[in-house]
């Protein structure tokens, strides 16, 4: 999640952080948020990948860790989605809700492949 904030943070130098959420608000599939995701935010999608798959000491099989990247770019997109759909409702920042929302779902992600 350390290396997802990171990268976020180098995506809005980029790219404003308001329109970061609201392309994450913007309906659409699975595949299509996920697409949204590494064009708005390159850094935090490459940072999250690198991170889960790289070979730390005492990571499991490349293929568990392949599962995990999956389900936590899964978890990542989802939970930006939920988190701009609890924003207003809320009464919270759309961007807070949105990074609230994609650690959210990375976490609820890992706890799901069983991984601490």
Do not use: K, N, Y
């Not at 609201?22 to 995701?37: D, N, T, V, Y």
């Not at 389900?71 to 990542?76: A, H, K, L, Q, T």
């Not at 919270?92 to 929302?101: D, K, L, R, T, W």
């Not at 976490?107 to 492949?113: G, N, P, Y």
């Amino acid at each position: 999640m350390a290396a997802m904030a990171a990268g976020l943070w180098l995506d809005t130098l980029r790219t404003p952080a308001a329109l970061i959420a609201s392309e994450c608000a913007a309906p659409g599939g699975l595949a299509e948020m996920a697409w949204r995701h590494a064009v708005l935010m390159p850094a935090s999608s490459a940072a999250m990948l690198l991170a889960a798959l790289a070979p730390w000491p005492g990571a499991p099989a490349l293929g568990a860790r392949l599962a995990c990247a999956l389900s936590m770019s899964i978890g990542m997109v989802a939970g930006a989605q939920l988190g701009m759909a609890l924003a207003l409702p809320l009464d919270v920042a759309p961007f807070a809700a949105m990074v609230a929302g994609m650690a959210a779902g990375m976490a609820a992600a890992l706890l799901a492949a069983g991984s601490p």
